[in-house]
């Protein structure tokens, strides 16, 4: 009379605990940005070639014939830079602090960049570096905005030029900018004329 027993209630669901997966996203998270490092020193920190020292593009196809000894240095500098695709000058400048100047202690260099290629190129004032008499490399990023004159963040059709200052903080004797297309690209140096 009674019949088979009704079926047993269904098993409760497990709640999912939220710790869990926040625990396997930070830790997810964390080892992407470790990844992320480790890819971004081997790019930027590997065994490139350093740039002559009398300038020019570290990535210029063959090395061509060297000017002859008795020639001037100015003007064999002025020859190697423009044979690659990017030329770049650099001459001392007076800083004209801004606004966002905090004091006076900064070195100023007047850089013409200048697209000699047939590809656009970026230009930027945190891609440059001064390398001061003594061999001490001085990053521009300390003196971002700090000079009135400063290059702008621009695009190089082929044939345009952009000049402007790059400025670091400190006060020193600037010998040499390196210009360095998109922080990874091809790097050119010049000589402070």
Known sequence: MYGPPPPPPPPQQKKRNPWLWGCLGCGGAALLVLVLAVGCVAVLGGDAPAPPAGGGSAASGPAEESPPADSDAEAAEEEVVEEGPIGLEATPADFTPSILA???????????????????????????TITDANGTVHDTADGLGADETQIGAVTLAPGENATGTVTA???????????????IGDSVT????
């Open 190 to 193: 010049a000589d402070v004329a």
């Open 102 to 128: 905090q004091g006076d202690d900064y070195t100023s260099v007047r850089v013409t960049v200048t697209n000699n290629g047939d590809e656009s190129i970026e230009v930027n004032p945190l891609f440059f």
């Open 169 to 183: 903080s400190g006060s020193f004797e600037p010998a040499r900018v390196t210009f360095t297309e998109s922080l």
